[in-house]
């Protein structure tokens, strides 16, 4: 049977599916909401609700009647971007507009456009709302190249500077400043369809609707620009006439799982961005209840502990997660889970929500482009979100892309587990307060496939999916990963060695070997480049000291860039920790929690430390000679063996990454432990 049934009204829609066994989940959506976008919410069904399923269609809709309960209100969860200075799209204007109530100003269509100054900037009338009221647009300033407007107050009346008849000066007694300026978008087009088919007024059933949008953004620039050029015409009705800043294509796609949101954004001009692709309010609660929300790799940020059920009531700042509250700094917050608590402390209703790793979602190019933060948390609760990007700048034809998942979870729940799909992909989901020694997620769709680790991961999973779902351990609270679904499909020609089971040790570097004392290599942290050909779990690694030295050895794993060919310069993957050289002999270290390494390239990472009385010496491979490597802008450093890059100075615990330059140490024979 058909999972959705959609009742729509023109622009106006409500969309019913199973929450649980007894209750059937109704969310909204709306084809003209503020500005004409699609938004969640209409003024029949003012939250997300919860209805019996014996409720019938009239109980519903047009209306909700008594029979819901309201759990989440959805109101400004259609995301817009972030300029650097200015929300803009969705359901937001330039928020730079400065609003006079003058009483009978005498101001008419005629003067739009004209200019007027406090004496220090100049100001431009935008809109005329009514005879008592006057729109003016800030001033912007250009830097760099990228244009940006000003927040700031007239600092006396405005007197004319040019362009109106009525050039009458504007006391500026009763101002109200950062003012949404409207329209703010143009040439807006809407598709609708339900399972490929278009969507008719009434009621119909299906498995998935669509809703596609697009919309063009003018830049700040242009319209104050335009005004000025255009005296006495309004600009709503030139708004295809102005300088485009960009395009924003948004597709949300309702299933019985939840909904999905895809954004892209299209530079048309130069810009800084940021986005998140969805935004999240806070669920609804009853009197005397409260909300809880659990965030993976994600540690103390603000006031809260994210790693455990976190109050988010108590929160009275905005709260940033940068990356110094990350477990693994490599990979931005992505995901959460909230629930809605009783005074008694039971469960009532879930919410998840997150950012799939695909497009500019792939936390390899996410954590390049939300150094500041990556994920936004505002003090009123309106706002909870991750950070596609944060401060990119964009040259026009550039593009950012990103897949938001939004879900809802039926008490009782001990775990966050799902399968989401973005249509071509499938996404494994679990996120999990509390150790478990053995537990298993229902998975039948996904019947052996196989599980490649894609995001923040550290639970113990099954390698592929069971007939009876993913087998998985919690070791120590809290347990969370994100996995691609793939299928099952041998490769004609694998790699040997690449491969076996839970416990064993392998080399990621195979060959002949000799050994290298430590030589002049004191606090010079040094870099090699290792393959691996999948996603490899492990919590041992190894390394053999074949004379004694001095202090120790401290090594790790840095994420490889494939934009520079380097390493990454963020902190490490994992730091292995230090490794004693005062007798010869196989060093194991043992991690406390094991890390994925990814497929692909990552950069072994060695430094000697501690004493450099007497260099140590370690088993070396003397292969690697097939491996590419960048040397510099001159072929000086051509001459003699180069293995890798190094850096200086680096006496303590690894961090980020200064590369400076190359080195002739042979990458050290390393064995690692699959776990």
């Not at 819901?68 to 300029?83: K, Q, W, Y």
């Not at 009197?287 to 790799?297: C, D, E, L, T």
């Not at 490899?536 to 190894?542: A, I, L, P």
């Not at 890798?644 to 690692?672: C, D, E, K, N």
Request: charged share 15%; glycine share 10%; net charge positive.
């Amino acid at each position: 049977m058909p999972g959705l049934t959609v009742y729509r009204s023109n622009a106006l829609m409500s969309i019913r599916s199973r929450f649980d066994g007894t209750r059937d989940l109704v969310m909204p959506a709306n084809l003209a909401y503020a500005e004409s976008m699609v938004g969640m919410w209409h003024a029949g069904l003012p939250q997300v609700t919860l209805v019996p399923s014996t409720a019938t269609d009239a109980q519903v809709w047009p209306v909700m009647s008594a029979v819901g309960t309201r759990i989440h209100d959805t109101s400004d969860d259609n995301c817009p971007i972030h300029t650097g200075w200015s929300y803009i799209g969705g359901n937001h204007g330039y928020n730079i507009g400065t609003q006079v109530a003058v009483t009978n100003h005498g101001k008419s269509t005629a003067d739009l456009g004209s200019r007027w100054t406090d004496g220090i900037r100049t100001f431009t009338l935008l809109a005329v709302p009514n005879g008592n009221s006057l729109l003016f647009g800030n001033p912007y300033t250009v830097v760099d190249g990228v244009a940006q407007g000003v927040r700031v107050r007239p600092a006396a009346a405005l007197t004319h500077v040019a362009g109106a008849r009525n050039r009458t000066t504007v006391p500026i007694t009763w101002l109200t400043p950062d003012v949404q300026i409207r329209p703010a978008t143009h040439s807006h087009t809407v598709v609708v369809d339900l399972d490929g088919r278009p969507l008719p007024d009434g009621r119909s059933t299906g498995d998935e609707l669509r809703i596609r949008e697009s919309y063009v953004v003018p830049s700040y620039r242009g319209m104050i620009d335009t005004a000025q050029a255009n005296i006495g015409t309004p600009l709503a009705t030139i708004m295809t006439r102005i300088p485009p800043m960009c395009r924003i294509d948004n597709d949300y796609r309702w299933s019985p799982g939840g909904l999905l949101v895809t954004q892209r954004v299209t530079a048309m001009d130069r810009f800084t961005l940021s986005t998140g692709v969805t935004q999240c309010s806070a669920l609804t609660v009853p009197a005397g209840g409260s909300r809880r929300q659990f965030m993976p790799n994600v540690e103390v940020a603000g006031t809260l502990n994210w790693s455990t059920w976190a109050r988010i009531d108590t929160i009275t700042a905005i709260t940033d997660i940068t990356p110094a509250s990350l477990r693994d700094p490599t990979m931005p917050a992505a995901g959460m889970t909230q629930w809605a608590i009783s005074g008694g402390g039971s469960q009532l209703w879930g919410f998840a929500a997150g950012l799939l790793p695909v497009d500019d979602g792939q936390p390899a190019t996410r954590v390049r482009h939300t150094t500041a933060k990556s994920w936004f948390v505002s003090s009123s609760l309106k706002k909870n979100y991750p950070q596609l990007v944060w401060g990119r700048e964009l040259w026009p034809g550039q593009t950012v892309t990103g897949t938001a998942y939004r879900r809802y979870l039926a008490p009782p729940s001990a775990a966050t587990e799902l399968v989401v799909s973005d249509g071509s992909r499938d996404f494994v989901i679990i996120e999990r307060v509390g150790a478990v020694a053995a537990a298993r997620m229902a998975a039948p769709e996904l019947f052996h496939r196989r599980l490649v680790p894609v995001g923040p991961t550290n639970l113990a999973v099954a390698e592929r999916v069971a007939a009876d779902g993913v087998a998985y351990q919690v070791p120590v609270s809290p347990g969370y990963g994100v996995w691609r679904a793939d299928p099952d499909q041998a490769s004609p020609q694998p790699l040997p060695g690449a491969t076996s089971g839970i416990g064993s040790y392998f080399l990621p570097l195979a060959g002949p070997t000799g050994t290298t004392r430590c030589t002049d290599a004191f606090q010079r942290l040094l870099l090699h480049p290792m393959y691996l050909a999948e996603a490899t779990r492990v919590d041992r690694v190894c390394v053999e000291v074949t004379a004694a030295g001095s202090g120790w050895l401290r090594h790790g794993v840095y994420a490889h860039d494939p934009t520079t060919g380097r390493p990454a310069s963020q902190g490490p993957i994992a730091d292995f920790g230090a490794l004693g050289v005062a007798t010869a002999g196989i060093r194991e270290y043992v991690l406390a929690t094991p890390v994925t390494l990814p497929a692909g390239w990552h950069w072994y990472a060695v430094v000697w430390q501690g004493s450099a009385t007497t260099p140590p010496t370690l088993r070396t491979s003397q292969v690697g000679g097939a491996t590419a490597l960048n040397i510099g802008t001159g072929p000086a450093a051509m001459a003699g063996d180069r293995f890798g890059y190094q850096m200086s100075g680096v006496a303590g615990l690894l961090g980020p990454v200064t590369v400076a330059g190359v080195h002739q140490f042979p990458p050290p024979r390393i064995a690692y432990r699959r776990a």
